[in-house]
Nanobody
């Protein structure tokens, strides 16, 4: 699975950005696509995910401000980010997770920078 993310940039606090990710290659039956981020000097953290059954989860820190959506026909996942805060700054990574054989496997995109200025 190859992931290509786009849409990062610089925005003022309170603004909005949309990230998009396209998955190509093998598409596994049981999968989830989502986003993680790595703030400066911190560990990578979960942001949001959408399973192929439609279940959606959000990190507490973004719930109510971010919205994740998938286009299953196009194999894309978008993250609409509203009311952005400086603490949302970081490198955002697209993630594809699936059962491959008997194992849970994860695939990562190259990361896209989101910077929110105060």
């Amino acid at each position: 699975v190859q992931l290509q993310a786009s849409g990062g940039g610089l925005v003022q606090a309170g603004g909005s950005l949309t990230l998009s990710c396209l998955a190509s290659g093998r598409n596994y039956t049981n999968n989830a696509m989502g986003w993680y981020r790595q703030p400066p000097g911190k560990e990578r953290e979960f942001v949001a995910a959408c399973a192929n059954g439609g279940g959606i989860t959000y990190a507490d820190s973004v719930r109510g401000r971010f919205a994740i959506s998938r286009d299953f026909a196009k194999n894309t996942v978008d993250l609409q980010m509203n009311n952005l805060k400086p603490e949302d700054t970081g490198i955002y990574y697209c993630n594809y997770a699936a059962v491959v054989g008997l194992n849970w496997s994860e695939f990562w995109g190259q990361g896209t920078q989101v910077t929110v200025s105060s």
